[in-house]
């Protein structure tokens, strides 16, 4: 039987991969999984507190092998976490494991859309603007790196993104 690709969100924090995700699982009757999500799950802990007690390195440890054992599935939706792509071995294994789909936005509306949350450690240190610029820099090329389709998610409903990467598909 022919192998049911996956779908793979990626894409700095804000660029809405878990709103768009789930929103694409429903247009497509797949099935939906957020890597962080899947993360607190197995842990029974936030994001915080993973990276309060194992450091930045642990939680990058149970994202590779959370989206490693995740890819195994087929046919899914997998929204990943913005550093996702930092490590080689899990660019490769997306790359190698569905269609890799580039959320791009502007640092404004990732400031604006990651305000309210406390769920992301690295935004609770500095300002969080210089370190979206920062990890924006760090990371862009990576994300186009692996990207088999880029799509902007500026000022558009989850609706219409959706249905744009559905185009391309
Ligand atoms: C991170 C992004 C977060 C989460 C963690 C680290 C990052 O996910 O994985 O806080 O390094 O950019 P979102 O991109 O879903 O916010």
Request: aromatic letters at 4%; proline letters at 2%.
């Amino acid at each position: 039987m022919a192998e049911k690709r996956n779908i793979i969100l990626i894409g700095p924090m804000g660029a809405g991969k878990s709103t768009i995700g789930r929103q694409l699982a429903q247009d497509l009757h797949l099935e939906f999984y957020d890597s962080d999500h899947e993360i607190e799950r197995r842990t029974g802990a936030d994001i915080n507190w993973v990276f309060d007690v194992e450091g930045e390195d642990g939680f990058r440890k149970r994202e590779c092998s959370v989206i490693e054992e995740l890819t195994e599935l087929q046919g899914i939706v997998l929204a990943t976490g913005g550093g996702a792509v930092i490590n080689k071995d899990t660019r490769n294994r997306i790359s190698a494991r569905g269609i890799v789909v580039y959320l791009e936005t502007t640092i404004d509306k990732q400031l604006a859309r990651t305000q309210k949350d406390k769920r992301r450690p690295l935004l609770q240190k500095g300002e969080p603007k210089d370190t979206l610029v920062r990890l924006a820099e760090e990371r862009n090329p990576l994300y186009e790196e692996v990207a088999d389709i880029v799509v902007r998610t500026d000022d558009q409903s989850a609706r219409s993104v959706a249905s744009q990467i559905i185009d391309q598909l």
